[in-house]
Nanobody
């Protein structure tokens, strides 16, 4: 496991933008890895937002964010971003960075596949 630290959350009005950042303390992995973003609101299950697979360079997006959110990797592989545009009130949630560092061959939205999690950063979108 590695330590993941998120930043960039905040409060914006609908239609606004935010950029979340995630920095891993190190990126020691076995085989290949995946990194991504999940979100959760109180009383609901954690849901996948966007996940990147280093194995094939592909990204997986939730239908609800396609065309609005973009996941990207920084120049340093231990940094991951989530650019969020055209934000909606329903995007309000705690956003978590996650990493699967053991033979992650394809991106998935199953939280159980991820062995490292950040503490979360709150995103609040007002109408």
């Amino acid at each position: 496991r590695v330590q993941l630290v998120e930043s960039g959350g905040g409060s914006v009005q609908a239609g606004g933008s935010l950029r979340l950042s995630c920095v891993a303390s190190e990126l020691t992995y076995y085989g290949t890895y995946c990194m991504g973003w999940f979100r959760q609101v109180p009383g609901k299950e954690r849901e996948g937002v966007a996940v990147y697979s280093d194995n094939n360079g592909r990204t997986l997006y939730a239908d609800s964010v396609k065309g609005r959110f973009t996941i990207s990797q920084g120049n340093a592989k231990n940094t991951m971003y989530l650019q969020m545009n055209s934000l909606k009130p329903e995007d309000t949630a705690m956003y978590y960075c996650a990493a699967d560092l053991t033979f992650c061959y394809s991106a998935s939205f199953s939280p159980r596949d991820f062995d490292s999690w950040g503490q979360g950063t709150q995103v609040t979108v007002s109408s």
